[in-house]
């Protein structure tokens, strides 16, 4: 999923957050990032570490959880941790997999999460990107998106990680608008963009149309 650049040597820590971190700060510069390590170097994690991790950022302050990953199987302990921060006006972003097919994975597939898919740049359904209903409500970029990568670097990257990064940014920069945000009205103003029916939502990611169609839910 990234091109290293000739030479380099790969961080121990691989960089998967630094570079989806990297994409919200493009797309909304003055937000604020809560790095929480839930995964270990290898991409591995445990359950429970990612659901103590939700529930650690509406605890301590944070509008929107970037969640660039996405398991089999689903799990009642972490629905209970999204219906959480749901309730406190935290908006949930996921990823739809990158296994190329209709499926459905957690955590995107949960009410009240924005699953996010991958489009490439003439906006067709990347052919690593899952879709369908169950598992993808919007899309956004996510082939050959240069990003920040360790070592003071910048790399290419593919894959739906970072086409959610894209969403959680425009999610961030509507927080911008209003400190108070609602799914349901985040989730509305994400389907106005560039209308395409690839079985991953009503529309691909238009930040424009999107803020301009939450300003008015608010004013």
């Not at 996405?70 to 739809?96: F, G, K, M, Q």
């Not at 996510?142 to 290419?156: M, Q, R």
């Amino acid at each position: 999923t990234v091109a290293i650049l000739d030479g380099n040597k790969l961080p121990a820590a691989f960089g998967h957050g630094t570079m989806v971190a990297g994409i919200i700060r493009a797309v909304a510069p003055t937000s604020r990032i809560m790095p929480l390590k839930a995964f270990r170097a290898d991409g591995t994690s445990n359950l429970s570490d990612i659901i103590r991790a939700i529930y650690y950022a509406v605890d301590h302050g944070a509008s929107v959880i970037n969640m660039s990953f996405s398991l089999a199987e689903p799990s009642p302990a972490l629905e209970d941790a999204i219906r959480y921060a749901t309730d406190r006006n935290v908006v949930c972003v996921s990823s739809s997999g990158n296994l190329g097919k209709k499926t459905t994975v957690y955590p995107a597939a949960l009410k009240y999460v924005i699953g996010v898919g991958s489009v490439g740049p003439t906006d067709k359904r990347s052919v690593f990107s899952n879709w369908g209903e169950n598992c993808a409500r919007t899309s956004a970029p996510g082939e050959a998106v240069i990003t920040t990568y360790p070592g003071n670097n910048y790399a290419g990257v593919w894959g739906t990680s970072f086409s959610t990064a894209f969403v959680s940014g425009g999610v961030a920069l509507m927080n911008q608008i209003s400190t108070r945000l609602r799914y349901d009205k985040v989730k509305d103003a994400l389907n106005h963009g560039k209308k395409i029916s690839q079985g991953m939502g009503d529309a691909r990611l238009d930040l424009e149309e999107a803020l301009e169609t939450y300003w008015k839910t608010q004013h």
